[in-house]
């Protein structure tokens, strides 16, 4: 056994080298970080590193290069969206019990819900919204769906001779409530009158707000009115509540993955990888253009044509517009022109702003190099 003094000295000694090899690690410490470059080089080379700075490709280039890429798995995709036809029956049986179809899973449901209308929905009125669009005038989608109504109506009244209503008058022009009120009062066996709401991306910009979906479930609730729609967001449950879900809307959940991608729906969206410019924005311009009427189209152009002509100006003022789009017998009314600019202000396709002398005038928000290729574009 070793003596009391022999291992005092070894645990001496241990206690020495472990002082040793941590100080040895903290001057190495200090000694790396004197090496180091100061902090207001670090901030510099961390600055030169951003995203912003590098030299991204065009985004009508990158589109043309994505649209390049074959596909994959094609047989199994088209053996896959098949297999969802033969569910057509139990959809359109669940619609007629009052049920609406909530479509959901990874790829595009727009080419599959498209065709469940044009094959199987042959009795309902389809009316179908395009929820991934930045805007939507949701209120005019139900005043629309009020009218058919209304005209099935009188051409109802019109069968049974001696009778007379107002109903002989056009729509009246009502709020909101006097509509759903109108809506739910409409009750029918023959199931030709009943319509059905096509919503492609009910999780859409234009709709996830809670007015919208409040709206929306009010008119899913009338007797007439049966709902199908998709949604693609994580999140989109998180838009209804119970009451929602179970009362108004009641959902009947399908898991569709397609994977067919997003082409129309994401017209709407930057690519992450493309740089900025005005070619995207011509190109959502387009598509919003050519969804409005004829009559619109020409509104939109004698703006375009005035701006084109007088650059330096502020904007058209509104009653010039009226002036020219009067000798042109493109509108009638004031009222006429105003409904068509809440339409081209709800699509952001023209801006209103005070001119000096305290009148109200429009602007496209396009360069002209921009907006003389939408003209072109748009025939």
Known sequence: MAPRGARAAAAASSGSEDEEEEAGFSRSYFLAKEKEPSSGKKRARAAAGKLSDLNLVDEQVLRASLAEIPPKHEEEVDALTRSYKDQYRNWLFELRCGFGLLMYGFGSKKQLLEDFASTTLTDFTVIVINGYLPSINLKQV??????????????????????RSQLSQPFPSQSFDDIISFLKRQTSDDVDDQV????????????????SQQCLAQVSCCPQV?????TD????PLLWDKKMVHTQYRWSWYHVPTFAPYKVECVFYPLILASGGHAQTTKTALVVLQSLTPN?????????EYQLANEKEEGM???SLYTKCRE??????????NSHLTEFK???LVKIRKHSDGQDCLRIPLVSDALEKLLQELG
């Open 226 to 230: 049966r709902v199908v729609a998709s």
């Open 317 to 319: 003022p509104v009653s």
């Open 196 to 211: 059905c709401l096509l919503i492609h991306n009910i999780d859409g910009p234009a709709l996830r707000d809670a007015e």
């Open 296 to 304: 619109a189209q020409s509104v939109f152009r004698v703006l375009a």
């Open 142 to 163: 139900i005043a629309t769906i009020a009218e058919m109504f209304w005209d099935q109506a009188k051409s109802k009244r019109k069968r049974q001779p001696g009778t």
């Open 346 to 348: 709800d699509h952001d």
């Open 328 to 337: 042109r017998f493109l509108v009638s009314s004031q009222v006429t022109l």
């Open 233 to 236: 967001h994580v999140n989109a």
